[in-house]
């Protein structure tokens, strides 16, 4: 066994970190997730996650079968390798060199992304935008991020900063964002945005029953999921504000991007059509007349749920950025 | 003089068209402007540019000095040579095979792009955007248009209506856009969104001395940059205004694709720091806090007024895309 080597796929999130060996034709060979627990310094997280590795290693009779490490995290910067302000992770990640942090637990290459530039990056090698050479990968989890495709190359702009349309503004006088805006896009699409929206809808119908049985934050997604299978109007109305809102944003990518396709992934898209469908209208509805309709392609990641973002990790030194 | 072949550099404005000869090394030879006449048929412009060509022809002595025909016009796409909806001309140009009608008049290479990817194209291989891999460069004249350099290559997108960002919408609930769209970026920064906000000023301050000076589209851009200098409390209102919408939707983009620079050209961006500080201003009050702050360039073309979009029109049989 000692010859076969892995790359080790990490994608950290603001609520589960998901991490897996992936052998060099993208498949999973082994992975699990566990919670984040984002207050904590990220050096307790590393520590779990390598206590995983090496009884995996033990597992498979060898201390040698990693080759290369890659992690996608919010805000990670695959320049510097540091960790920027990320929104939705605790103090101790404010600035943080995260590359040395791994570099200290196993001295092999390391690089590390956007967690959403990750996902892209896993669609692009072996998923939903493998045909495409311009696509908008977009992440609904805790937050809303997104990796961009252009000329079938992953962009990361000057600053490793590009691909943020979580905080594109749809809505100046909107919900306030933590990234110091007002009516960023993920404060509507996104875990943290629909749990805004139940709050709200909460206060507009104190009474409703089904609004009481949304108390449970991991829940929440599913129960809407089958209330609005069940024709709910609320919970009806709760996808198609978000949706609406997302197919504004969509229609502002589109317009500077002119992308063949967006592909969705993460909890929130779990919603699949419920949400994608209102997105779909609103973004034609929102895309300026030189754009034909149904141009743009709304489709959902047919990698395995949750696999996207560590495949795409473990592709990093394969980009040529 | 029969072997010397230049390019012809053709720039369509909605109120101008400029063109001229441009050597292999970027050098305009001669150039002209005329007016473009927009709600004319297409063929009476080209029928005036080839005209003036002849000319050109007879005193240089030779009737072959041309080697290819390059232009920039609204919504031009690279991909089909057509001009598609272009929204600042007139219904002859609504659907139309430009490269066609122009190879009616020389049967040489010819090719077509967004008037401001052209000028883009100009400024990247002769101009202030030479130094940059990630650039955006906007396009202020009658509307407001962009050309996106990213990883040092235009980016046209899947249908070639990339960089439009006249149509990112400011203000989702502002001035009708003839795009269908309500409060797109260049409704206000733009010589026609100047025109609408001096409009709306009249009607605040009927009774305005400035104001009524301001009665001549063509002249209106000058008096408002004299009376800027003069301190003109209404007149520092305009660009007050203008440059911080200008720095909302520049914030937008920028939260896509962080640039290193945006670069200006076209008639209004001759208004220079008085709209352009104001820009940069409102830009970084809008930009995520993970930007750093000054980390985005704002700055004026260098080429010669006028010939960013003739050079690099002139270019485009130079471009890999």
Redesign the interface.
């Known amino acids: 066994m000692d010859d076969i080597k892995y790359s080790l796929g990490i994608d950290i999130g603001g609520t589960n970190t998901v991490f897996g060996l992936i052998d060099d034709n993208g498949q999973v060979i082994k992975k699990t997730s566990i919670y984040t627990k984002s207050n904590e310094h990220p050096k307790f997280l590393f520590q779990r996650i390598f206590n995983e590795i090496d009884k995996w290693e033990d597992m498979l009779k060898s201390k040698n079968i990693i080759k290369f490490i890659g992690a996608g995290v919010p805000?990670g910067n695959y320049f510097t390798g540091y960790v920027?302000?990320p929104p939705n992770l605790g103090k101790d990640w404010l600035h943080f060199d995260l590359c040395a942090l791994i570099r200290s637990f196993r001295d092999i290459p390391v690089a590390i992304t956007n967690d959403a530039n990750a996902a892209a990056i896993g669609e692009k090698f072996y998923g939903a935008a493998k045909k495409f050479?311009?696509a908008i990968i977009i992440t609904l989890g805790t937050g809303l991020g997104s990796g961009?495709i252009?000329?079938n190359?992953i962009?990361?702009?000057?600053?490793?900063?590009?691909?943020?349309?979580g905080?594109?503004?749809v809505?100046?006088n909107g919900r306030e964002?933590n990234?110091?805006?007002r009516g960023?896009l993920e404060m509507y699409v996104s875990a943290k945005g629909l749990e805004y929206t139940i709050k709200e809808l909460k206060n507009d119908y104190p009474e409703n029953k089904f609004l009481h049985s949304l108390n449970d934050k991991k829940k929440n997604g599913k129960r809407i999921d089958e209330a609005f299978d069940n024709n709910e109007k609320l919970a009806i109305d709760i996808y198609k504000f978000t949706g609406r809102k997302l197919g504004?944003g969509l229609?502002?990518?589109a317009?500077?991007?002119?992308?063949?396709a967006f592909i969705f992934y993460g909890g929130l898209s779990n919603a699949r059509h419920r949400i994608l469908n209102y997105a779909e209208k609103s973004m034609n509805d929102?895309l300026?007349?030189?754009?034909?309709k149904n141009?743009?392609k709304i489709l959902q990641s047919n990698l395995f749920d949750g696999e996207a973002g560590i495949i795409g990790a473990s592709c990093l030194n394969k980009t040529q950025n």
């Open positions: 805000n920027v302000n050479s311009d961009l252009v000329n190359k962009i990361y702009g000057n600053n490793g900063f590009a691909g943020e349309l905080h594109l503004v809505d100046r964002c990234c110091g805006l960023c504004q229609a502002m990518a317009t500077i991007l002119a992308p063949e929102h300026p007349s030189y754009f034909k141009d743009i």
